[in-house]
């Protein structure tokens, strides 16, 4: 695997990283300055809103400048986010620290084409495992970033997590260090000339339909139940200490298996393994509607973890083959609007239903969603690619 691949991997290591520390953290600081306990999730959602209205423009963006600008933009723009929350907290602005992760969540999304970048970069028949890789660095972030939730938030003592966001500030800072020496030819993010299909032809394909399903159920899943865990901990009377550690364990299973998922892609084909990731989803829902013990927590929460890398890395590499050249930037935007749009919609009711119907019933909502998933992809899946069984 080429230089650049490695290094767009710990960048997606370093922004994960942040993603961990945000997840532990910011619903509790929500819970600890809203301004009432029906907006404790306003500043999740609105992060993932920023993430949501950022897709499109930032494909669209590096098409226009180059994919390295491009994350420089984004990294800029988090930096600024982590500022905006950091001053925030002293003096308890809930609508300023709203701001600051709205800003956080438009970095976040610029961040979210590192994939598409290492697939462009990575040498011929290595695209899938390219993924993977850089994929793989959320391994770090399931290491670092609930370790670092745990202790930064005392490195201000007056002001409880304000330390989380000065150390959110240090990754964004290290992460723009690292693209300094990443390397992305021209050839590789300027326009095509090829003709490209109107964007109703490509969305109205098997094989972009099957691929955004799986990425986006998967996502929105995988981020309501992640987001409403520490809530449900913190409300069964479960310690900070207890919270981080399941998470941590979550992002391990979300990030560990892709160092051999791109292998057991090319081994099964995208269908089997974005299959066998929403069979372990079912399931990490069911161990949740079995119990509330820690070990509940830690086990479904790592299964969830687990499905997701199986559906989400499957679904992107399954949509590569749904574009061409001069059709990426508006297909890649298309999809990853309409994924982090049902992420986005995944966070704002994730506290609300985890305080209103509470945990279980939470989960419980959880099964169709998956089980109708299941079923599309079993009828279309056939059409969307003769190599995938």
């Excluded at 099957?210 to 479960?238: F, K």
């Excluded at 050249?325 to 966070?347: D, I, R, Y």
């Excluded at 099964?367 to 109708?372: F, T």
């Amino acid at each position: 695997m080429n230089k650049n691949v490695i290094l767009l991997a710990l960048c997606q290591a370093l922004l994960t990283t942040g993603n961990v520390l945000l997840v532990s953290v910011n619903g509790l600081v929500g819970r600890l300055i809203a301004i009432d306990p029906a907006l404790t999730t306003l500043p999740v959602a609105l992060q993932f809103i920023g993430l949501m209205a950022a897709t499109i423009p930032a494909s669209l963006i590096m098409q226009r400048i180059g994919r390295k600008k491009g994350f420089y933009l984004g990294n800029g723009l988090a930096v600024i986010g982590s500022l905006i929350c950091l001053f925030a907290l002293p003096e308890a602005h809930f609508w300023l620290f709203c701001s600051g992760t709205f800003l956080l969540g438009i970095g976040i999304g610029f961040g979210t084409l590192y994939r598409f970048a290492a697939v462009e970069v990575a040498n011929t028949s290595q695209e899938s495992r390219a993924i993977s890789l850089v994929m793989a660095g959320g391994v770090l972030a399931a290491i670092v970033g609930p370790t670092l939730a745990l202790y930064s938030r005392h490195w201000i003592t007056d002001t409880p997590f304000a330390g989380s966001y000065l150390g959110l500030l240090g990754l964004y800072v290290i992460n723009l260090l690292l693209l300094f020496n990443v390397q992305i030819s021209p050839s590789e993010t300027e326009s095509h000339s090829a003709p490209a299909r109107p964007l109703n032809d490509i969305l109205r394909q098997d094989r972009f339909l099957v691929a955004v399903l799986a990425a986006m159920s998967s996502y929105a899943v995988m981020n309501l139940i992640m987001t409403a865990t520490p809530l449900a901990m913190e409300r069964l009377g479960y310690s900070f200490a207890s919270t981080t550690s399941v998470i941590k364990w979550h992002v391990l299973g979300m990030f560990a298996p892709s160092f051999f998922t791109g292998h057991l892609i090319q081994r099964f084909g995208t269908l089997r393994m974005i299959k066998f990731g929403a069979l372990l989803i079912l399931l990490c829902i069911s161990i949740n509607l079995g119990g509330t013990s820690e070990w509940h927590f830690w086990c479904a929460l790592l299964l969830l973890g687990i499905g997701w890398n199986f559906m989400f890395i499957s679904a992107t590499q399954l949509l590569t083959g749904a574009y061409s050249q001069s059709e990426k930037a508006k297909a890649q935007a298309s999809n990853e609007f309409m994924v982090f749009g049902m992420v986005t919609l995944s966070a704002f009711g994730s506290g609300w239903l985890e305080a209103s119907i509470g945990w279980q019933s939470l989960n419980t909502w959880m099964l169709p969603v998956m089980l109708a998933t299941l079923t599309i992809i079993y009828q279309r899946g056939r059409f969307a690619t003769a190599d995938s069984r």
